[in-house]
Nanobody
Framework: QVQLVESGGGLVEAGGSLRLSCVAS????????MAWYRQSPGEQREWVAQ???????EYADFVKGRFTISGVSANSTNYLQMNNLKPEDTAVYYC???????????????WGQGTQVTVSS
């Protein structure tokens, strides 16, 4: 069984920083990509950033220059460094990973339980 666990959320003032962590554990053969999404109350879940095992990194326009995602590491851990946070960044942040699990026959998408980020003005 594969699990993703996020941590690092919290309450911060506007202009502050937080670093989110995501750890994938379980019977993992290969991680091809790790990404972050977020969802605010009443809104659709939206993509924030992604890193692939090939070294490709992409960001949503609204976080470019403020957020930094780490690469896909051998220990299946990913970080999202969030700087210059704004009140509109308030959301539950979810980690997503595309993983080939042991005993599986294809890649699957896995999700963490989410971590709350609240930015006060």
């Amino acid at each position: 069984q594969v699990q993703l666990v996020e941590s690092g959320g919290g309450l911060v003032e506007a202009g502050g920083s937080l670093r989110l962590s995501c750890v994938a554990s379980g019977r993992i053969i290969y991680v091809s990509a790790m990404a972050w999404y977020r969802q605010s109350p009443g809104e659709q879940r939206e993509w924030v950033a992604q890193a692939t095992s090939a070294g490709r990194i992409e960001y949503a326009d609204f976080v470019k220059g403020r957020f930094t995602i780490s690469g896909v590491s051998a220990n299946s851990t990913n970080y999202l460094q969030m700087n210059n946070l704004k009140p509109e960044d308030t959301a539950v942040y979810y980690c997503n990973a595309r993983i080939y699990p042991a005993g599986g026959d294809d890649f699957r998408d896995y999700w963490g339980q989410g971590t709350q980020v609240t930015v006060s003005s």
